[in-house]
Nanobody, 125 residues
Framework: QVQLVESGGGLVQAGGSLRLSCAAS????????MGWFRQAPGKEREFVAA????????DYADSVKGRFTISGDNAKNTVYLQLNSLKPEDTAVYYC??????????????????WGQGTQVTVSS
């Protein structure tokens, strides 16, 4: 089992920044990939970014590429998502996810088997 707890969400003006954190506990050594997804009201949960622990390979949705940065700290079992140049359309609940699958579609929800409770990010115009 892997437990995930997100923090760092809040209210920010357009153009501002936030840093989200996802602290993992439990069988963290078995996680191959950590990801961030977001869900806006009335919309499907969508992929934002992912990082593979081995090699620190990262991937981003086109909508956030160049503005968001995913990183990880093995010693702290924590994954971060730095959100810069925020836009009102970035408003959503952001979820951290962990995958213990050796091979999975990491841009899809089905690629992850553990999820956090989410943290709200609100960007005002």
């Amino acid at each position: 089992q892997v437990q995930l707890v997100e923090s760092g969400g809040g209210l920010v003006q357009a153009g501002g920044s936030l840093r989200l954190s996802c602290a993992a506990s439990g069988r963290t050594f078995s996680s191959y990939v950590m990801g961030w997804f977001r869900q806006a009201p009335g919309k499907e949960r969508e992929f934002v970014a992912a990082i593979r622990w081995s090699g620190r390979i990262t991937d981003y949705a086109d909508s956030v590429k160049g503005r968001f940065t995913i990183s990880g700290d093995n010693a702290k079992n924590t994954v971060y998502l730095q959100l810069n140049s925020l836009k009102p359309e970035d408003t959503a609940v952001y979820y951290c996810a962990a995958s213990t699958y050796y091979s999975a579609p990491y841009r899809a929800r089905a690629g992850y088997n553990y999820w956090g409770q989410g943290t709200q990010v609100t960007v005002s115009s």
